[in-house]
């Protein structure tokens, strides 16, 4: 899927670093250092952080592990980095940043297949969270890539 590529390399080339969790971490990392193209090597170059208690020698090239406090940490490199922090499927992480007021932009890619299982995108969260529309794009066969500003205040 050519056109989904584009999009998720669009996406990567307009980050400053990667933020994951533990799970997805483990999965990237298992998987991108061996690949090749020009996602690949954004994704290889980027620096990367890991949200994670367990993992204490990140292998993956320019990964870093933020100790402490998750909601501090993320904080404090959003203060440091300028540009994008991009955080790819790590669903624990995206509530929490969430919940704490640190996500500044909501970025899906909706695939028109339904499973009839899994677990929920958002979960419980502590409080209603409004969402503005700001962008939509058909990618190809019915995917749609839709993007969202939290609405401060409301």
Known sequence: REEVDKVKLDEALGGAALLLGRRSYEFFAARWPSRTGALADRLN???????????????????????GDPVNEVSKLKRKLAGDIIVYASFQL????????????????????????????????????????????TVADGIVFLSYEPVRGA
């Open 45 to 67: 170059s980027l620096p990367k952080y890991v949200v994670s208690s367990t993992i204490r020698h990140p292998a993956w090239y320019n990964s870093t592990v933020l100790e």
């Open 94 to 137: 995206g509530r929490m940043l969430m919940d704490h007021d640190l996500a500044d932009e909501l970025r899906l890619m909706i695939y028109p297949v339904v499973l009839g299982a899994g677990e929920r995108l958002f979960g419980e969260t502590g409080d209603s969270k409004p969402m503005r529309l700001v962008h939509t794009q």
